[in-house]
């Protein structure tokens, strides 16, 4: 199976279908269906979609843990909340977008690739 593509029309596209699927249900969003954070561009999953589109594109597996360890591995190692033994107090705290709805963005983004995850690790979707 081939990697997601990632250039910037794929990564638009893909963009564009995780606003669709995750905004809709985030704490973050507002009464009016916007996004409430003070600012949007410190959403944990846009304001590194690219690195999270590649960390899931280069697992083939149906098994969460193995997306969770290439996030981790890929795009958590660079982020600055996480403390170098790996501890998160964001992710603690289920304030991390890409943390809290994970399951969903590695579904809508192996929906795209063709890849299902295991049974019971798929969510409803919107
Ligand atoms: S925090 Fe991110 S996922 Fe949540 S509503 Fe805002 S842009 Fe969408
Ligand atoms: S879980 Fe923590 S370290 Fe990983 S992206 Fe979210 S805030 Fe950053």
Redesign the pocket.
């Known amino acids: 199976m081939g990697r997601l593509a990632e250039s910037k029309e794929s990564l638009a596209m893909l963009e564009e279908l995780l606003r669709r699927r995750i905004c809709g249900v985030c704490v973050d969003r507002n009464t009016e269906g916007g996004c409430g954070l003070s600012n949007p561009d410190e959403c944990?999953l846009f304001n590194?979609f690219p690195k999270i589109v590649a960390a899931v594109s280069r697992v083939e597996s149906e098994k969460l843990e193995d997306y969770v360890a290439a996030?981790?591995e890929d795009?958590?190692?660079g982020?600055?909340?996480?403390m170098l033994d790996g501890y998160?107090?964001?992710?603690e705290e289920v304030?991390?977008?890409?943390?809290r709805y994970l399951v969903l963005i590695v579904s809508a983004l192996e929906e795209v690739r063709g890849t299902r995850l295991q049974h019971g690790m798929v969510l409803g979707r919107p």
Do not use: P, S
């Open positions: 944990g590194r996030i981790r795009v958590c190692e982020c600055a909340n996480q998160c107090r964001v992710r304030r991390c977008v890409l943390d």
